[in-house]
């Protein structure tokens, strides 16, 4: 038999907030919640913010006055809901209305003597300009005479024309929260969100890890950029050019498969499979397909699926925004008719747009083999059927759309119906969109869907685009896109792009749902996750519901095996209410664990066909690997 893999937890961070237990999707559809479940998401998001903080058994603002979990809306509900979802961008990352940058200056004598100035004999360039003449005029400096003119570059700054973004919610600091040790901003989420992932399982993960072999057990992650702060890649690219020095960790945490190795390092322990590909705005899919391959091969049986992106600088915003890729005040400010620029609306899937709207954010899924999962007692959030990935053939711009993302569209919704049926597929299946907000995407992927939905007889199929609220995260967008069906599925909210006022009068939507309003719907039972990658990286994910999933272990397994998961749980579900309530008042405790538990490798026990490691419970097999018997 092939191997379900079960989605049993998943946790993040972006700019609607924690992963977890749906807060962020619950941020995103406020106003169509429960009251219980409103109080629930403004407390959890008031200290993720540093609003509100839990001590000695009380609930406290930041100025040190008690409050009540009911009282957190009524004081802080329009301060949560301005520093959430996308927003003009903080000054904690840079000052978009004063950007600063390096402007060339020439510089001319005015008169015929020549330019001259005195400097530090250290200062002078090397080597020095044949035409410069130097003059000692003691130990340490000199006088310098230039004949003709100088080139120079002094400091600057501009308005920058691309001013929102999805960021992380205001005063969410996960450096503070750890030892984190100068870390760039992208490894410091990706330790909060793998942190929220493993807890938000409500499994021991120590137990986790010794119910398989250790070898079993794989990371799937990566970033496309790396990680473009100070701390990593763009401090050691700007380092020399701004006359500073390269520090010894710039390279090693600015590459892409940093997010991996973070988790294996210091969250999980796995010494099993590590894995980071990287497939533009696909990657999540990109690596969830692999975990998911693997799983089905039964070569992994636990599966963490990571992918994290926190690149909000001047120099990636100004690389997107030379391509003409990012909304900006100019177009926006047409679309609207208007001089002033709502920054809440600058992301607009399939209505009238100008281009996307950048965001950060990490996401991390947990995903386990059917088998495992039933006998762990692990809470079923839904499966991952299969992902599909094509390219889009010759190419005449590489930005261009192609063909690849109607192959991958129309596999997933063929397997869907193969295995869910036709009903499912045409009432009660929904789409994730890619929908970056530009122009050309509107048209081109609502094309796909409805050539897709003719072909399949679909008839108001419903859309939900993630980046009009969290804005475009690049690597993990599709993990964006994983948590809001997730939340769909939990909660039976769809949400609507209710960042646009109409459906643009170009895009295919005779087949599509696609509304301007949140709204409630129906029990949903399948999932497309689609993304569309620059370069043509096309992806769609293949996801079922908890109720689909358990539909399909029923078929494979008795009702005693059912009977003693149920009992299992149970318990599970105790824990995961635990953390829920720990997280919600702030209580994260980071997983962190810098050196700690490292395995003696002198103690390694190797034998002719199995291996043991301190620390784990089951050993490797090292026979069994032979594809190729019949070579043999």
């Avoid at 929260?177 to 499994?203: E, H, K, W």
Wanted: glycine letters at 10%; proline letters at 3%; one cysteine or more.
């Amino acid at each position: 038999m092939t191997a379900l893999p079960i989605i049993v937890g998943m946790g993040g961070i972006n700019a609607a907030g924690r992963t977890s237990f749906h807060q962020g999707f619950r941020r995103i559809v406020l106003d169509k919640l429960s009251l219980a479940a409103r109080q629930e998401t403004f407390l959890g998001l008031a200290t993720l913010m540093n609003l509100v903080r839990y001590q000695d058994g009380n609930l406290m603002t930041c100025d040190g006055e008690p409050i009540e979990k009911e009282q957190v809306e009524a004081r802080f509900g329009e301060q949560i809901k301005a520093g959430t979802l996308i927003r003009k961008i903080e000054s904690n990352h840079f000052d978009v209305d004063a950007t600063h940058w390096q402007q060339k200056l020439t510089i001319k004598s005015s008169d015929d003597g020549g330019l001259k100035f005195t400097c530090k004999k250290r200062d002078l360039p090397n080597p020095v300009p044949s035409s410069w003449q130097v003059t000692e005029l003691d130990k340490k400096s000199v006088a310098v005479l230039v004949p003709d003119q100088l080139e120079v570059k002094h400091d600057s700054y501009r308005d920058n024309p691309v001013k929102a973004a999805g960021q992380f919610p205001t005063g969410f600091d996960p450096s503070t929260m750890y030892n984190s040790r100068y870390q760039p901003r992208g490894l410091q989420a990706t330790i909060f969100a793998a942190t929220d992932a493993v807890r938000s399982t409500g499994l021991d993960w120590h137990k986790v890890m010794n119910s398989v072999r250790p070898d079993q057990i794989g990371t799937y992650s990566a970033s496309i950029a790396g990680q473009m702060n100070d701390e990593g890649f763009g401090g050691l690219i700007r380092a020399r050019m701004k006359g500073e020095r390269v520090s010894t960790k710039q390279l090693a945490l600015g590459l892409n498969t940093m997010s991996t190795d973070f988790i294996n390092a210091y969250v999980t322990g796995n010494v099993g499979t590590t894995f980071t590909t990287s497939g533009a705005c696909a990657t999540f899919l990109y690596n969830l397909r692999a975990a998911v391959n693997d799983i089905q091969a039964g070569r992994t049986r636990v599966a963490i699926v990571a992918s994290v992106e926190c690149a909000l600088t001047p120099e990636v915003i100004e690389g997107f925004g030379t391509m003409g890729a990012l909304a900006n005040e100019e177009g926006l400010k047409k679309l609207d008719g208007s001089d002033e620029v709502n920054y809440r609306r600058t992301s607009r899937p399939f209505g009238d747009n100008c281009g996307f709207t950048i965001g950060e954010g990490a996401q991390v899924a947990i995903l386990m083999d059917d088998e495992l999962a039933l006998s762990m007692g692990a809470q079923v959030m839904g499966s991952v059927v299969d992902v599909f990935v094509n390219a889009d053939g010759v190419k005449k711009s590489i930005t261009a759309p192609g063909p690849g993302n109607y192959i991958t569209m129309a596999k997933s919704v063929a397997l869907a119906q193969q295995i869910a049926g036709s009903d499912a597929l045409r009432q009660r299946s929904f789409i994730l969109a890619h929908g970056s907000s530009t122009p050309q995407n509107r048209v081109t992927e609502s094309l796909i869907y409805h050539k897709v939905a003719e072909a399949f007889e679909i008839s108001n199929w419903k859309i939900a685009a993630p980046k009009a609220f969290v804005g475009h995260t690049i690597a993990p967008a599709s993990g964006d896109q994983l948590a809001m069906a997730l939340g769909v599925f939990s909660h039976n909210i769809m949400p609507g792009i209710t960042t646009i006022d109409s459906v643009a009068d170009d895009v295919y939507d005779e087949h599509l749902d696609i509304r301007t309003e949140h709204y409630e719907c129906d029990d949903m039972d399948i999932a497309f996750i689609n993304s569309k990658g620059f370069g043509g990286n096309n992806a769609t994910a293949t996801v079922f519901s908890p109720n689909q999933t358990m539909k399909l272990l029923a078929k494979r397994y008795s009702e005693e095996v059912f009977k003693g998961y149920q009992q299992k749980r149970c318990l599970t579900e105790q824990a995961q209410a635990r953390y829920q309530q720990e997280a919600d008042l702030g209580q994260y405790q980071l997983i962190y664990r810098f050196g700690e538990g490292q395995i003696d490798e002198t103690a390694l026990v190797i034998g002719k066909e199995s291996m043991s490691i301190p620390g784990f419970d089951n050993d490797i097999v090292l026979t069994g690997n032979n594809q190729y018997t019949d070579l043999s």
